[in-house]
């Protein structure tokens, strides 16, 4: 399922909604996680999953094509957590 | 980082904000994009949000495990995991905006 396939989806449940403002509803939705995380937020959908922010520590790392050794930063990464009621429907129970 | 933990109540009160439509109502597309995400899951299918990341569904075989604490072997069952790759946007946008 991709974002238009959502978006036609919400916009078959709820006819009385312009399909532009469904597409402006899930965008939103999606923009807030991101701007959530940015801000170093969590964002705890319970049933669904966590979305949160993990620190990687500064590291040497190496280029796998020359083996030359470059220090690479700090850096924050998005990561997600699947909620126990999806990992349950997942799995049938 | 201000490290405070948003819920469905802030989406809600963000879709609120951006389209002219009741607090409850807000609230009910909020849940319903989630049932409609997770539906597609556990049909199997994986969920491609554009710009914000992929949540995929990845079968995980049989092994055998280890209590921890007791050092007992346990059978692990097979099993569906999801998991999410986030967009290369919002690896940019959150390493960006955590960056001091």
Avoid: C, W
Avoid at chain 1, 19 to 45: C, H, K
Avoid at chain 1, 49 to 78: I, L, M, Q, W
Avoid at chain 2, 51 to 68: L, Q
Wanted: hydrophobic letters at 35%; a positive charge; glycine letters at 6%.
């Amino acid at each position: 399922m991709i974002r238009s396939e959502l978006i036609q989806r919400i916009a078959d449940d709820n006819p009385h909604l312009y399909q532009r403002d469904v597409e402006r509803i899930v965008n939103t939705i999606f923009e807030e996680i991101i701007e959530a995380m940015s801000r170093g937020d969590r964002v705890e959908l319970r049933g669904f999953g966590a979305f949160s922010v993990k620190k990687r520590d500064a590291r040497t790392g190496r280029n796998p094509r020359t083996g030359e050794s470059v220090e690479v930063e700090e850096k924050h990464v998005p990561f997600f957590k699947t909620g126990k009621l999806l990992r349950d429907r997942l799995n049938g129970k | 980082m201000s490290n405070k933990t948003l819920t469905r109540m802030d989406l809600s009160e963000a879709v609120f904000r951006e389209v002219g439509l009741s607090r409850n109502e807000s609230a009910q597309l909020v849940e319903s994009v989630l049932a409609h995400m997770s539906d597609a899951l556990v049909k199997g299918q994986n969920v491609k949000i554009s710009s914000f990341g992929t949540f995929s569904v990845r079968d995980k075989a049989a092994r055998v495990g280890r209590n921890p604490k007791t050092g007992q072997e346990v059978p692990i069952h097979p099993r569906r995991v999801l998991t999410f790759r986030p967009s290369h946007l919002m690896k940019d946008r959150v390493a960006a905006g955590n960056k001091q």
